[in-house]
C-alpha cells in the first residue's frame, strides 16, 4: 500500500523500477546534469517533465497552480516533524546567508552540510532512520556565527542572539534531546518518546482513550479520527488543534486553497473541479468526513489527465498510526507509457494461453490489468526532497474495497534515478564486461519498465487454483511465491518475439539486457541492501534470489549461467538466454503448481533452499566491492522551475520549464517565498 519509496539506489535492480525509453522525448540529453549535489548519506537529483510541450496551455495552467499549492505547505511538515525545526531553520539560513566572517573554514562547510542536511529531512531527524543527526561543528562555532550574524537577519520572535544561542544549542547538540522523531519501541510510551509534533503533554493512554471512545462499533464506513490535527492537554483537558484554515497551519493552508481555487476555475472536466472544490471545503472545515468525500471522488477519477495528491495522507511520522503528514505531488499521465500497458492487458489472453504453465492451472478468461503511468510536475511537504516512486492511494480500508485505489508508477523519477547512476561505476563494477555495460545502457532503461509492466498487469492476474484451494495455504510462503511467479511470468516473455511483434520492444536484446540484469542483481548486488550476516528477509528480493539460485543451479550441466573469477572478483555471466528462458519457463511451471494447489512444503523447500540465506563470502566480497563506489544510499530531487509568461496584455501564453537550479538556491528560494507559518515554540 502507500508509497512505494526507493531507499538504496541499486538501479535497474528492482522490480519496482519502472522507467520507459523517454530519450526521444527528453530535452538536452547528453549534456544533462542528473545528479547535481553529493553530502553525508544524500545525493541531489534532477528530474525532467518529458512532454510538457504536447499539453495545452490550461494544463499547462492547471498544473502551475497546482504546484504553487504543493509549495504553500513546506512549512507545514518542518512543523509537524518536531516544534523547533522551523525556528531552526530559519537561524541556520539566516546564518548562512549573512554571516559577514570567513566562508573556508571547514567548520563553515560543516555547517553548509548540516544544512542541506536539514532542508532535506524536514528537519533535524533523518528522514529515514528518524534519529537526529548531529552537526560536525561544535557549540562555540554555532554561538560564533549567531554573534557575528547582524540582528536584524533573525527573525525577531526568537529574542535576542543570546536566547537564540541558550535555547537552540541544547536541541541541536545534546543527542539526548529528543533523539528519535519516531520511536516504536517495544514498552515505551512511544507518544512521550516520539519527538515529532503530534501530541503535547499527551500519553500514549490518553491518546488511544481519546481516540478509542470516537470509533463507532461496526461502522462500514471508519471515519480516519485524529488524521489532521495536533493533540494537546490544555489544563485538565485533552483537546484537538485541527488543521485548517482557522485553525493550526490555517496561514499556510489559507495559501494552499488560494491557489486550489485558481486550479479549480482551469480544471479539465467538472468531475475534477469538484474534486478540487471538495478539497478546498476540507482544508476550510477540518471535517474528516468531507475528506473521505475527497478520496472517494479522486480515486473514481479515471478521465483527468493531470492528477495530485494534496493533503494530510501519510501516517508513518506518528507511532500510534493517526496523524498524517502533509504532502503534495502534482502529475499528468505519459500516455506512450501508459499505451503499452493498455497493449498488454487487451492482449492478455494470448500470454495466459501461451505460458509455459500446467493448462489445468490456465484461466481460460484473463483480465489484465492497464496500470497508468504517470510523470511528477512538482514535489511538496513529505514528498519532498525524498520522493515515492510509485503511488497507492487512498488509505482507509473501506474506501479501497468499496471504491478501489489508484496505483500509479512515475516513471520520471525512476528515469532520473537510473540516469544519475550511469557512470556511478555501480554497473561497471558488477557487469562481466564491455558488452554488457553497453546492452544495459541501450535497452536497460526499456527493460525494467517491461519487467514492471509484465508483472504488474499480467503476472500477477495469471494462473487459477485448482478446486478446493483458497490461496492462504502457502502462509508465510505466500508472498516470495507469488513476487516469484509475477517475476517469472515476466522474464519468460521479455525474451519472447511477441513482444517484438506488438511494437512494444524493438528487439530480443531488450530481454537479453533485462536477463542480465536480473541475475546480476539476484546473485549479487541486491545483497548491498542486506547487513553482512543477516538472511534474506524481504519478500521481493527473496523471490529474485530464489529465481537467479535456482536457475544458477539447474543450468550448471549446460552452463548456461557461469560464475567466474577475473582479480579476484567475481561475476555470473549468463552464456545462453534462450536456454535461461527455457529455465525461467520450467521454474515458472513449478511455482504455479506450487501456488494453485497450495503445496505448503514445496513452497518451504524451495524458499528455504534458494532464498534465504547468503554465502558469507560472496556477500562480504560485495559490500567491500560497493562501499569503495561511494554511491550515497539516499536520493531526493530539486522540482524543475516553471515560469508563467505573459504576453503585453497581461494574458498568459505559455508556461516555461528550466533545470537549472541548484539545490540551495531552491531551498532559499522556497524558504523566503513559501514560509508562512509562525513559529509556534
Ligand atoms: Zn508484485
Known amino acids: 500500500m502507500k508509497h512505494i519509496k526507493l531507499i538504496m539506489i541499486l538501479l535497474a535492480a528492482s522490480s519496482l523500477l519502472s522507467c520507459t525509453n523517454q530519450n526521444d522525448a527528453k530535452t538536452q540529453e547528453g549534456s544533462f546534469e542528473w545528479q547535481i549535489d553529493q553530502f553525508a548519506d544524500i545525493r541531489i537529483m534532477r528530474y525532467?517533465?518529458?512532454?510538457?510541450?504536447?499539453?495545452?496551455?490550461?494544463?499547462?495552467?492547471?498544473?502551475?497552480?497546482?504546484?504553487?499549492?504543493?509549495?504553500?505547505?513546506?512549512?507545514?511538515?518542518?512543523d509537524q516533524n518536531y516544534k523547533h525545526n522551523l525556528s531552526i531553520r530559519r537561524i541556520l539560513e539566516a546564518?548562512?546567508?549573512?554571516?559577514?566572517?570567513?566562508?573556508?573554514a571547514q567548520g563553515w562547510q560543516d555547517l553548509t552540510v548540516y544544512l542541506k542536511r536539514v532542508w532535506f529531512s524536514n528537519g533535524i531527524h533523518h528522514h529515514y532512520s528518524t534519529d537526529k543527526f548531529l552537526p560536525l561543528f561544535g557549540q562555540e562555532y554555532f554561538a560564533q556565527l549567531v554573534n557575528e550574524t547582524p540582528s536584524e537577519s533573525f527573525p525577531k520572535e526568537l529574542g535576542t542572539k543570546n536566547d537564540i544561542i541558550t535555547k537552540y544549542s541544547p536541541i541541536i547538540f545534546d543527542p539526548a534531546i529528543d533523539s528519535k522523531r519516531v520511536s516504536q519501541e517495544a514498552g515505551m510510551d512511544v507518544v512521550s518518546a516520539s519527538a515529532n509534533n503530534y501530541y503535547e503533554g499527551v500519553t500514549q493512554k490518553e491518546a488511544e482513550t481519546f481516540y478509542a471512545?470516537?470509533?463507532k462499533p461496526n461502522d462500514p464506513e471508519p471515519i480516519s479520527y485524529g488524521l489532521n490535527s495536533k493533540l494537546v492537554k490544555e489544563g485538565n483537558k485533552i483537546v484537538e488543534r485541527v488543521w485548517k484554515v482557522d485553525g493550526m497551519y490555517g496561514a499556510a493552508i489559507e495559501k494552499i486553497n488560494y491557489w486550489l481555487q485558481k486550479a479549480s476555475q482551469v480544471a479539465e472536466n467538472p468531475k475534477q473541479k469538484q474534486i478540487i472544490e471538495t478539497l478546498i471545503e476540507y482544508y476550510q472545515t477540518g471535517n474528516l468526513k468531507k475528506f473521505d468525500e475527497y478520496s472517494i471522488l479522486w480515486v473514481t477519477d479515471l478521465e483527468s489527465r493531470i492528477d495530485f495528491v494534496n493533503g494530510f495522507i501519510e501516517n508513518y511520522g506518528d507511532p500510534m498510526g493517526y496523524k498524517a503528514s502533509w504532502e503534495s505531488l502534482v502529475n499528468y499521465t505519459d500516455i506512450e507509457a501508459t499505451k503499452r500497458t493498455v497493449i498488454l492487458s487487451t492482449n492478455?489472453?494470448?500470454f495466459e494461453n501461451n505460458s509455459p504453465v500446467d493448462?489445468?492451472?490456465?484461466?481460460?478468461?484473463?483480465?489484465?490489468?492497464?496500470?497508468?503511468?504517470?510523470?511528477?510536475?512538482?514535489?511538496?511537504?513529505?514528498?519532498?526532497?525524498?520522493?515515492?516512486?510509485?503511488?497507492?492511494?487512498?488509505?482507509?480500508?473501506?474506501?479501497?474495497?468499496?471504491h478501489g485505489s489508484k496505483s500509479v508508477t512515475i516513471d520520471n523519477i525512476t528515469y532520473a534515478y537510473n540516469k544519475s547512476s550511469e557512470g556511478n561505476g555501480f554497473l561497471e563494477e558488477f557487469a562481466w564486461d564491455k558488452a554488457e555495460v553497453e546492452l544495459h545502457g541501450k535497452h536497460g532503461s526499456l527493460a525494467g519498465s517491461l519487467h514492471t509492466d509484465l508483472h504488474?498487469?499480467?503476472?500477477?492476474?495469471?494462473?487459477?487454483?485448482?478446486?478446493?484451494?483458497?490461496?492462504?495455504?502457502?502462509?508465510?510462503?505466500?508472498?516470495?511465491?507469488?513476487?516469484?511467479?509475477?517475476?517469472?511470468?515476466?522474464?519468460?516473455?521479455?525474451?519472447?518475439?511477441?513482444?517484438?511483434?506488438?511494437?512494444?520492444?524493438?528487439?530480443?536484446?531488450?530481454?537479453?539486457?533485462?536477463?542480465?540484469?536480473?541475475?546480476r542483481n539476484g546473485l549479487m548486488t541486491q545483497l548491498t541492501r542486506v547487513e553482512l550476516g543477516n538472511k534474506i528477509e524481504q519478500a521481493h528480493m527473496r523471490n529474485r534470489q530464489l529465481i537467479a539460485r535456482w536457475c544458477y543451479e539447474h543450468g550448471k550441466n549446460d552452463n548456461v549461467i557461469e560464475k567466474r573469477v577475473r582479480n579476484d572478483k567475481i561475476?555470473?555471466?549468463?552464456?545462453?538466454?534462450?536456454?535461461?528462458?527455457?529455465?525461467?519457463?520450467?521454474?515458472?511451471?513449478?511455482?504455479?503448481?506450487?501456488?494453485?494447489?497450495?503445496?505448503?512444503?514445496?513452497?518451504?523447500?524451495?524458499?528455504?533452499?534458494?532464498?534465504?540465506?547468503?554465502?558469507?563470502?560472496?556477500?562480504?566480497?560485495?559490500?567491500?566491492?560497493?562501499?569503495?563506489?561511494?554511491?550515497?544510499?539516499?536520493?531526493?530531487?530539486?522540482?524543475?522551475?516553471?515560469?508563467?509568461?505573459?504576453?503585453?496584455?497581461?494574458?498568459?501564453?505559455?508556461?516555461?520549464?528550466?533545470?537549472?537550479?541548484?539545490?540551495?538556491?531552491?531551498?532559499?528560494?522556497?524558504?523566503?517565498?513559501?514560509?508562512?507559518?509562525?513559529?509556534?515554540?
Not at 495469471?462 to 495455504?473: F, H, I, Q, R
Request: glycine residues 8%; charged residues 25%; hydrophobic residues 35%.
Open 571 to 681: 561475476y555470473y555471466v549468463i552464456t545462453d538466454h534462450a536456454k535461461l528462458r527455457e529455465l525461467f519457463g520450467q521454474l515458472l511451471k513449478e511455482i504455479q503448481r506450487i501456488k494453485s494447489t497450495g503445496d505448503y512444503l514445496g513452497a518451504q523447500q524451495l524458499i528455504e533452499e534458494y532464498a534465504v540465506n547468503i554465502d558469507f563470502d560472496l556477500h562480504k566480497e560485495v559490500l567491500d566491492r560497493f562501499g569503495k563506489l561511494n554511491i550515497a544510499p539516499y536520493g531526493g530531487f530539486v522540482n524543475p522551475v516553471y515560469t508563467p509568461i505573459y504576453d503585453n496584455n497581461d494574458n498568459l501564453i505559455d508556461i516555461k520549464v528550466e533545470y537549472t537550479q541548484g539545490y540551495t538556491d531552491q531551498m532559499l528560494e522556497y524558504s523566503t517565498k513559501y514560509s508562512f507559518l509562525p513559529m509556534y515554540n
Open 359 to 402: 493448462p489445468k492451472f490456465k484461466k481460460e478468461k484473463v483480465k489484465g490489468v492497464s496500470a497508468k503511468v504517470i510523470n511528477a510536475a512538482m514535489l511538496g511537504g513529505d514528498c519532498y526532497p525524498s520522493t515515492p516512486i510509485g503511488i497507492n492511494l487512498p488509505n482507509p480500508d473501506w474506501i479501497r474495497a468499496k
Open 95 to 104: 546564518v548562512y546567508q549573512d554571516y559577514p566572517g570567513d566562508r573556508d
Open 48 to 78: 525532467q517533465v518529458p512532454g510538457w510541450d504536447d499539453l495545452n496551455l490550461e494544463q499547462k495552467e492547471l498544473i502551475y497552480y497546482l504546484n504553487q499549492a504543493a509549495l504553500c505547505g513546506r512549512d507545514i511538515i518542518f
Open 348 to 350: 492478455a489472453q494470448w
Open 213 to 215: 471512545r470516537m470509533v
Open 456 to 519: 504488474e498487469c499480467l503476472g500477477h492476474g495469471s494462473g487459477k487454483l485448482a478446486p478446493g484451494v483458497v490461496g492462504d495455504e502457502l502462509k508465510q510462503y505466500g508472498s516470495p511465491i507469488e513476487e516469484s511467479r509475477a517475476d517469472l511470468f515476466a522474464l519468460y516473455f521479455i525474451m519472447d518475439p511477441k513482444m517484438v511483434d506488438l511494437g512494444i520492444m524493438p528487439s530480443l536484446d531488450v530481454g537479453k539486457a533485462e536477463y542480465n540484469q536480473y541475475i
